[in-house]
């Protein structure tokens, strides 16, 4: 069965740092591109951050461009989301999703992604 896992959400000050996991099982990341993307309530989902694996080329909302990096392992099939000094609107739930091919992050939007995960929450405490 394919499938996305997120993990590594919680709650954090302001100011924090937490780091997401994007899990695949039952397919490898190998030539996928990972983007990260996030809905708070009564908000539209906004892409965060994304990386295409095949060249490593990595993109960055304005809003966490600074504060956030997407970085892969390959050994064990994961992206990750390194997030650091978290504001209050940083809160939301963070999903990860997959699109196959050799793709750059600005040719993809949200709807062409293949695969998507549960979500994981982030909560922010001001």
């Known amino acids: 069965e394919v499938q996305i896992v997120e993990s590594g959400g919680g709650l954090v000050q302001a100011g924090g740092s937490l780091r997401l996991s994007c899990a695949a099982s039952?397919?490898?990341?190998?030539?996928?591109?990972i983007g990260w993307f996030r809905q708070a309530p009564g908000k539209e989902r906004e892409e965060v951050s994304c990386i295409a694996r095949w060249d490593g080329t990595a993109t960055y909302a304005d809003s966490v461009k600074g504060r956030f990096t997407i970085s892969n392992d390959n050994a064990s099939n994961t992206v990750y989301l390194q997030m650091n000094s978290l504001k209050p609107e940083d809160a939301a739930v963070y999903y990860c999703?997959?699109?196959?091919?050799?793709?750059?992050?600005?040719?993809?939007?949200?709807?062409?992604?293949?695969?998507w995960g549960q979500g994981t929450q982030v909560a922010v405490s001001s």
């Open positions: 039952g397919f490898s990341f190998g030539d996928y591109v």
């Open positions: 999703a997959a699109h196959r091919g050799f793709y750059y992050c600005s040719n993809l939007v949200a709807y062409e992604y293949d695969y």
